[in-house]
C-alpha cells in the first residue's frame, strides 16, 4: 500500500524538557528581580518620606514593601517608627521586637528607636525630666524626633507645659517638622491659643498640602478665629473628599451664618445631626442659628440638647442664658447665669492648674484631687477619674479622693466599685 500523504501546515515544533526549564526560570527570576526591585523603590520612598515626616506617605510605602518582604530588618525598622510617630505604640514594639536579632539591623539605631518607644509608652514625669534632657542634648542622633517623643511622653503624664516646651525645641530643632507643628497646633488649640495654632496648621498644611487631616486642622482653626472667607475653600475642597466628615459640615454652615445664609447654614446642620444626633457642637450651632433667627424658643430646645451632650460648654451656657431672658423666664435665666459663671471659673481653674501650679507642684496629691473634682463636675469622666486615680498613686488613703470616687461610682450605678472606696474611709 502506498505510504499515507503527509499533513498538511507548519511542522510540530517539540521542545525540549530543558528549554521549558528555562523558560521557567526566567519567568520566575523575571518576577523575583521585580517583587525586589519594588521592595528597594518602596524602602527608599518611605525613607525620603519619613526623612520629610510624611508619616502616611511612609506608611503606604511600607505597607507595599512588607507584603513583598515581610521579614526584612530595614522594612520593619522603618514601620517601628512610623507607628510609634502615629501613636501606634503596640504595633511600633511588634516591628521592633520581629527584627531586633537580624545581622542586617543596626544595633545602635536598635536601642535608640526602642528608647523612644519606652518613653511615650512609659511617660516624662517631672522626676525623670532632667536626665532624659540631658540624654537629647548629648546624643548624637536626631534630635528633632527625641524632643517630640519626650513631648508625647509629658502628654502622658498630662504634663502640658513641659510637652510645650519640647515640642517647641523639636520644631526649633527641625522647621519642617510636620507631626510637631501639628501636635503643637493641637495643644495650642486645647489651651486657647488660637493664632498660634492657626500658624503651626497653616505651617504644615504648606509642608503637606495632600494631607487631608491637617487640611481639616487649618479650617477648623481659622473657622475659630473667624476667618471664614479662608476657612470656606478648604472646606469645600474637604467636603469632596470626605462627605461624611460631621465637622466639614459644621465649619462650612458656620461659614454660611457669617455670611447670613440661614437656609443653607440650617440644611448642612440638618445633615450633621442625621449622622450624629447627639454631636455637641452641631446642637450648639443649631441653637445659635435660632437665636441669629430672634427665635429664643427654638433655640432653648437646642441648647439643653447641646449642654447634655457637654455640660463644660461656656458657649452654650451663656446662650441658653440669652434664650431664657429673652423670653423673660427671669429666675431660670438667673440659675442659668450662675451655672454658667461656675463652669467659666472652673474651667479657668483647670486651666491655671495645668499650666502653672502642677508644674511647680507636680507631686501635690491636692492638685490631682482638685482637677478630678473639677472634670466631673463637669461631664468629663474620663479625665476626672485619671486624675483621681493618679491622686491616689501619690496618697493611697487619700480621704477626700476614696469619698470622690464612691460618689461618682454610685452615682454611675456601680455600687461595688462604690463600696471599695467607701471601705477606704473607715
Known amino acids: ?100 536579632h537580624d545581622p542586617a539591623t543596626d544595633p545602635d539605631v536598635w536601642v535608640f528607636e526602642k ?25 548624637k542622633q536626631d534630635r528633632t524626633l527625641i524632643y517630640e517623643a519626650l513631648a508625647e ?31 503643637r497646633g493641637r495643644l495650642h488649640l486645647q489651651l486657647g491659643n488660637l493664632q498660634e495654632a492657626v500658624a503651626d496648621f497653616r505651617a504644615a498644611a504648606d509642608l503637606e498640602p495632600a494631607h487631608a487631616e491637617g487640611r481639616a486642622l487649618l479650617a477648623d482653626s481659622l473657622v475659630k478665629t473667624g476667618r471664614f472667607q479662608q476657612a470656606a475653600p478648604l472646606l469645600e475642597q474637604l467636603r469632596t473628599e ?67 451632650a457637654d455640660p463644660a460648654d461656656r458657649r452654650a451656657h451663656y446662650m441658653l442664658f440669652q434664650c431664657l431672658r429673652l423670653q423673660a423666664k427671669d429666675e431660670a435665666a438667673d440659675r442659668q447665669l450662675a451655672d454658667a459663671k461656675r463652669v467659666v471659673a472652673d474651667l479657668n481653674r483647670l486651666r491655671e492648674i495645668i499650666t502653672d501650679e502642677l508644674a511647680r507642684r507636680p507631686g501635690d496629691v ?15 469622666a474620663k479625665q476626672g477619674i485619671d486624675w483621681l486615680e493618679r491622686a491616689l498613686k501619690l496618697d493611697a488613703r487619700h480621704r477626700p479622693t476614696h469619698q470622690a470616687l464612691a460618689e461618682y461610682y454610685d452615682k454611675a450605678g456601680q455600687p461595688d466599685r462604690a463600696a471599695v472606696h467607701r471601705g477606704k474611709l473607715n
Open 242 to 308: 470626605r462627605p461624611d466628615d460631621v465637622t466639614v459640615l459644621i465649619g462650612i454652615a458656620l461659614c454660611h451664618v457669617a455670611a447670613r445664609e440661614f437656609d443653607q447654614a440650617a440644611a448642612l446642620l440638618s445633615q450633621a445631626l442625621e449622622r450624629q444626633p447627639g454631636h455637641a457642637l452641631a446642637l450648639l450651632e443649631r441653637g445659635r442659628l435660632e437665636l441669629e433667627q430672634n427665635r429664643p424658643e427654638l433655640a432653648e430646645g437646642w441648647l439643653r440638647k447641646s449642654l447634655a
Open 153 to 183: 511622653g509629658c502628654l502622658k503624664e498630662l504634663r502640658i507645659p513641659a510637652a510645650m516646651t519640647f515640642l517647641d525645641e523639636a520644631v526649633r530643632e527641625a522647621p519642617d517638622n510636620i507631626v510637631a507643628l501639628r501636635r
Open 366 to 380: 491636692g492638685l490631682h484631687h482638685e482637677l478630678g473634682v473639677l472634670y466631673l463636675r463637669n461631664g468629663q
Open 115 to 139: 528608647k523612644l518607644l519606652d518613653v511615650q509608652r512609659r511617660g516624662v514625669s517631672a522626676d525623670a525630666e532632667p536626665k532624659l534632657r540631658a540624654w537629647a542634648d548629648q546624643t
Open 1 to 100: 500500500m502506498p505510504a499515507p500523504a503527509p499533513t498538511a501546515g507548519k511542522p510540530r515544533l517539540r521542545w525540549p524538557w530543558y528549554a521549558l526549564l528555562i523558560i521557567a526560570g526566567v519567568s520566575v527570576g523575571g518576577w523575583v528581580y521585580q517583587r525586589n526591585h519594588s521592595t528597594k523603590w518602596n524602602v527608599a520612598s518611605a525613607r525620603l518620606a519619613l526623612h520629610n515626616h510624611r508619616l502616611l506617605e511612609a506608611e503606604d510605602r511600607l505597607r507595599g514593601a512588607l507584603r513583598h518582604a515581610p521579614k526584612d530588618s530595614q522594612v520593619l525598622f522603618l514601620a517601628a517608627r512610623v507607628a510609634r510617630r502615629r501613636g501606634a505604640l503596640d504595633d511600633a514594639e511588634a516591628h521592633l521586637r520581629a527584627c531586633e
